[in-house]
């Protein structure tokens, strides 16, 4: 028995293992692992252009069915890289950094479900990308509910061709520019039907602002307040020389009333009484050099035209 286990020792001994069957394990091991990755790799491919396909039936589907969608295709800048989202106190913010001889070139408008989209862009004169946004200040104000922009180192408006177009939003009831004496500084209204929540960013390279603007259910927009105002004026000289005098006043505003002609407006109260309290000041501060009236309105109220 003992012999027959020697010579089994023996022959298991004597069995040639070739030289290179440790490289074919590991060369056969590597293969393998190879083709399971590569089948992986496959899968995601194929996954990946499933998706690809969605979006281009997406979009061509969207271009078929809408022509205005397609043409504006070739407008609609990149959006940059993010610099701030705006803090608004008392309903007031700013932004951007000094610059000059910008303009404001392109304003684009994207309808939502739950809220609209605004990108404000702008391009230097000689039609070079503009990096930062000029220097800014948004005020967002009631009765009525309006957002103005004041843009310093822009000395052009060519967008206030696309205003038309922010009217289709279900937000917006009115938009339009502000005279200026400074050729320096750019300002505009946007008027909303209705008060909103909104979330203003900053973007640069290139240079952008982006306002999403949603319902806002919190407030009572048929609550009354009392307005101090100017005359209603034509666009013009003569209205724009009157700000100059009235430009220490701190809550001034400038409006579109409901026949077109514009007005200034020089504070709000809560009460007819300190209205009419607050009018007789400004009286006696500018004699007859400029007429002033109590108007009452609500929130959401258009000024009226006054003569």
Do not use: C, H, W
């Not at 989209?117 to 509910?145: L, R």
Request: aromatic share 10%; hydrophobic share 35%; no cysteine.
């Amino acid at each position: 028995m003992k012999n027959n286990t020697d010579d089994l020792k023996n022959v298991y001994s004597d069995i040639k293992i070739p030289d290179a069957l440790d490289d074919t394990i590991n060369n056969s091991i590597l293969r393998g692992k190879n083709y399971m990755k590569k089948n992986n790799n496959k899968r995601k491919i194929i996954n990946g252009l499933a998706s690809v396909a969605a979006a281009i039936g997406i979009f061509t589907l969207s271009i078929n069915i809408s022509p205005s969608f397609a043409n504006s295709l070739e407008e609609v800048p990149v959006l940059g890289t993010l610099v701030r989202i705006l803090q608004f106190n008392n309903g007031s913010s700013q932004g951007g950094e000094i610059t000059d001889g910008v303009d404001i070139n392109f304003i684009s408008l994207r309808e939502g479900q739950d809220f609209d989209t605004i990108n404000v862009n702008f391009k230097g004169f000689e039609e070079e990308t503009q990096e930062i946004v000029p220097s800014f200040n948004i005020d967002y104000k009631e009765a009525p509910f309006t957002m103005t922009f004041s843009i310093s180192g822009a000395r052009g408006l060519s967008a206030s061709e696309y205003f038309e177009e922010l009217k289709k939003s279900k937000y917006i009831k009115d938009v339009y520019q502000l005279i200026t004496l400074d050729d320096s500084q750019q300002r505009f209204n946007i008027v909303f039907n209705q008060p909103v929540n909104f979330e203003v960013e900053e973007y640069k390279n290139p240079a952008s602002f982006k306002i999403e603007i949603s319902k806002n259910t919190k407030i009572n927009s048929d609550k009354k307040i009392y307005s101090v105002r100017t005359n209603s004026y034509e666009k013009g000289e003569e209205f724009a020389i009157l700000e100059e005098i009235l430009f220490d006043i701190e809550e001034l505003r400038v409006l579109r009333d409901s026949n077109g002609t514009y007005l200034y407006e020089l504070g709000q109260f809560d009460s007819k009484e300190e209205a009419q309290e607050k009018l007789k000041e400004f009286e006696s501060t500018f004699k007859d050099s400029i007429k002033l009236y109590s108007e009452e309105r609500t929130l959401s109220d258009i000024p009226e035209n006054i003569r």
